[in-house]
Each structure stands twice: as C-alpha cells, then as structure tokens.
C-alpha cells in the first residue's frame, strides 16, 4: 500500500452515524457537530482550494457524563505553560490534590540542580484544609513565600497557580503577590487559572499567557543585547529533548535562540523575549496569545514551525531563513544537504517495514496535525486525526496535512474514540496514557503522543531517526502474533476437565 491509499469516507461516515445511534436524541445531535469526515476542497465546494476541509464544532463544553480526556484551566497553566519555567517556584494554591496529580507528569527536561536552582521536578502546595476554606488562605500563601525564601533562595522568582476553591472564597492572591514581591525583592506572578474556568485547560493557557503580560513583561530592567538575529522558540515544553533538539537546527543555520519557553526556560529568558527579531512558536494552541501581543506591542513577527519529520524540517528552516535573507538561506541549505544522508538511511531502513500501515491519533495542542507529514515520510497513511482541547482556527490548519475522507473528531468520547478504533483497525494509534492500555489490549499496536513514551526526542533530524525506530518497534514488535481474545482461546486441559 502506498500513499496514494484512499480513506474511506463512507466508512468513516457510517462509524459516526452507528456511533451517534447509541446517544439520546439531544446528546447525539450536540455530539453530532463535533464528528467529521474531512472533504476535499473541491467536494466542498471552494473553488481553486486543494486544502482540505474538517468542519467540527470546537471550544465547547464537555456534555456532563459523557467521559471526555480535556484538562483543566489549572492544568492548561501550570501543568503547560508555567511549570516548565525551571528556575521558578511554581505553588499549586489549594488542596493539596491538584497538586499532586500535576506532578511531574510530563518530560520537560531541563539542566540545572533540582532543589538548588532549579524546581521543576519538585511540588509546592499550599495544602487547603476546611479553615482556609472557610478562613481563607491569603496569610497561609505570605507564609508559604516566606518559607520558600528561606529554603530554596536561588529561586529567581514564584508563581501562584490557583486552584478551584481560590476563585470560590474570593482569596486576593494579587494583593498578596504585589506585597511579597516588593518585601523579597523577586517577580511574584498570580495566575487565576482557577479549573472551573472554561471548558478545557486551553483557557489556562491563554490566562497563563495573559499573565506574562501583566507581571513579567516591562516589569523589571533588562539589561541584554540584541543581535539581528535572536529568536525566540515559544511553546516547545522539551518533552524528552525536543527544544533541544530544535535549538540545534536553528543555531546551525546561524540564528541565535535568547528564548526557548517554556521548556527548560528561565525567567530572564521570558524578560527579554521583547528583545527578540522573530517569534518561532511550536503550540500554536498555547501560546499564540503572546505571540500575537507581542507582534502588535513590540512590533515582532511571529510565524509556526514544524521540526517534525523531514519534509517538513526542511520547509520549516527555509521559511525561517526566508524572513533573514540570503545569508542564512545559504547557510540552511547546507544544513539541509548535510542531514539528508541521515536522512535517506532511517526512510530506507524503516520505509519498507512501515509503507501503508495506517494511524489514528488523538491528542492535544499541535500534535493531531504536525506530527502527520513524519507518518507520511515513512509512507503510513492517517486515517483519523481529532484534538482534546482545540479551536476551530486549529482545525483549519489541519486542513493543511489530511487527506479526503480521513475521520476527524473533536472532544472525543472514551465510547466513540474506541468504536472509531474497532471500526477502522488502524495499525497503529497515536494517543494520551489514559487511551494506551484499552487499545493495546484491542491488540493494537500504540504510541503515546503526549510524552513520547518515555522516549525521545521527536523533533530535528536526530529526532525523526528516534521516532522511526519507536514506531517500527511498536507496530512490527512480535508480541502481537502471540496472543488472541480470551474468548476465542481454546480451553486449556486444566479447564476442560473442571468443566466435566
């Protein structure tokens, strides 16, 4: 099979409606908007358009009772945006359970010593209790930045991230911010990302970003030199080294990266990024927002890029140097040329063994779209593709990477993400921790998209021969010819004889 492989649409038209059939009346026609089947641009009627189309209703509330896999707006902030910042003390202010679950969930790598300069590993709760429910818990925080001074005073500044009962019991943690910030002399930034807020942790990021507005841009003196070519790389979390991996390419080709956040970011990398020529963001969906202030505060251009795969590593680089000039687009080209033997060896090692083989994935952010063209370079096939959290702007940049008929689903459900599943038998699914072991246990074959699976990194040229090697050792692994459905095993002879 090759690439020229059809999705079928009419099968992916059919899966919906005998998916919707199992709803109530009401709760199948609001579900109904938020499934597809992408449509060529001419089938849907634009004229000229070889895009695709993948209408879907997006941004809207969860149907209560119905499972859905969205975060929340706490999440969206300090698990995404703000606890990546490594130098930081990042407090979860309310029940200690937030918190918790919030820990170190995913792979931002970061250098540093943990405890002493850096903090992104650690947790900090304000550890709500009835009291400060009912008390409030403004002077538990003051004591709580007082005690972080005391024992981790290589902090370069703190952020509060509050949780549901913050917004609940009306806690100033503004005024408690401006006060403490001026008595230890650091940048004190309150997030109200309480979870309540939205429908997604997508709010999250946008109030997360809203904060760096207010509280760390233009708040202190910057003492840096610009050169003419300083980027800064937004939205790259270094899941398992991807920013570094990215930061490689773009010095290559001789930019200079001053900002890479949040992963493995410092403050001082965000308090200058207005000092930047070029905004380079990677999560559109979490960090357009300060790209788009900065562009119309600062005057700074902001374009996406995509480090996943080679096709689109390289057109990525020379949109970059487009916007430099000739010196940097001589030089990425010979970046380019010198990749490409890496290149040609990982597609003619793993091409053979994974040309045709079709993938369905799930996930949230950029990933449902960017990492499409890496699948497409080891000649796979996607047959559906669907965000947690996404915009409709989001789905109108996938129609840049699908093809006609393949099935799109946004906010999907526990039930209809695994009838899509059962219906279609991808040989391979691309999704979250909570979607893994159901599918693996469908006898399918997974990769998850979040965090890499304790692999990495995917982005860059080295990335792509790791991500490669990861897909091939998940589809072609043995273990999936040694087993079958316990209901069509044969009973064993110790069975057999209970039975008689």
């Known amino acids: 099979m090759s690439l020229e492989y059809e999705n079928d649409g009419a099968l992916h038209a059919k899966l919906i409606e005998e998916v919707l059939s199992q709803y109530p009346d009401k709760a199948a026609k609001r579900r109904k908007k938020h499934l597809n089947v992408a ?72 250098v540093g010593t943990t405890g002493i300069d850096t903090f992104g590993t650690m947790q900090f709760t304000s550890d709500f209790q009835e009291k400060d429910i009912v008390f409030g818990g403004d002077k538990k925080l003051e004591q709580i930045i007082d005690e972080i001074e005391e ?40 997030v109200r990302c309480e979870g309540f807020r939205g ?16 509280w760390v841009f233009e708040k202190r003196d910057v003492e840096f030199e610009s050169g003419p070519y300083d980027v800064n790389v937004v939205g790259d979390y270094n899941i398992g080294g991807d920013a570094w991996a990215s930061r490689i390419l773009l010095e290559e080709i001789g930019l200079r990266v001053v900002g890479n956040w949040s ?27 300060i790209c788009r202030h900065m562009e119309e505060k600062y005057g700074i251009a902001w374009m996406e890029y995509n480090f996943f795969g080679p096709s689109q590593i390289e057109a990525s680089l020379r949109k970059i140097a487009k916007h430099f000039g000739s010196e940097i687009e001589e030089k990425t080209e010979k970046v380019i040329a010198k990749y490409r033997p890496l ?42 593709t669907g965000y947690e959290f996404a915009h409709n702007d989001d789905y109108q940049r996938t129609a840049h990477y699908v093809k006609n008929g393949t099935l ?18 991808p040989n391979l699914v691309g999704s979250g921790i909570k979607e893994k072991y159901p599918v693996q246990k469908m006898g399918i074959p997974f990769r998850q998209m979040h965090s890499w699976d304790y692999s990495g990194p995917y982005h860059g040229y080295d990335g792509f021969a790791v991500f490669a090697r990861d897909v091939d050792l998940a589809i072609n692994n043995p273990v999936w010819g040694l087993f079958e459905a316990p209901w069509k095993c044969r009973p064993s002879r110790g069975r057999a004889m209970a039975a008689e």
Not at 48 to 69: A, D, F, H, Q, R
Not at 199 to 214: E, K, P, Y
Not at 368 to 377: C, F, G, N
Request: glycine share 10%.
């Open 343 to 384: 290149v040609d060896a990982v597609i003619a090692k793993y091409r053979p063994r994974l040309e045709g083989n079709t993938v369905m994935l799930y996930v949230g952010g950029l990933r449902p779209r960017h990492v499409i063209t890496a699948y497409e370079d080891l000649g796979m096939v996607i047959v559906g």
């Open 263 to 289: 992963g493995d970011a410092t403050l001082a990398e965000i308090e200058r990024a207005p000092k930047a020529k070029l905004n380079l963001i990677h999560c559109y969906r979490s960090m357009n927002y």
């Open 39 to 110: 449509k060529s641009g001419e089938e849907a009627g634009d004229e000229g358009e070889v895009l695709s189309e993948c209408e879907v209703k997006s941004n809207i509330k969860s149907i209560p009772g119905v499972m859905t896999i969205r975060g929340c707006a706490y999440a969206g902030s300090k698990g995404v945006v703000w606890g990546p910042v490594k130098d930081m003390v990042h407090i979860s202010h309310g029940p200690v359970g937030c918190g918790h679950y919030s820990w170190s969930q995913r792979r931002n790598y970061y």
């Open 408 to 425: 799109i689903y946004d906010d999907v459900t526990g039930y209809e993400l695994e009838k899509f599943i059962e219906g279609v038998r």
């Open 199 to 214: 429908v997604s942790q997508s709010l999250g990021h946008h109030i997360a970003n809203d904060a760096i507005r207010d």
């Open 151 to 190: 024992l981790f005073p290589l902090n370069n500044g703190i952020t509060v991230q509050s949780e549901c009962p913050i917004g609940l019991i009306g806690d100033d943690t503004e005024a408690v911010s401006r006060k403490k910030a001026k008595e230890i002399e650091k940048t004190i930034v309150p």
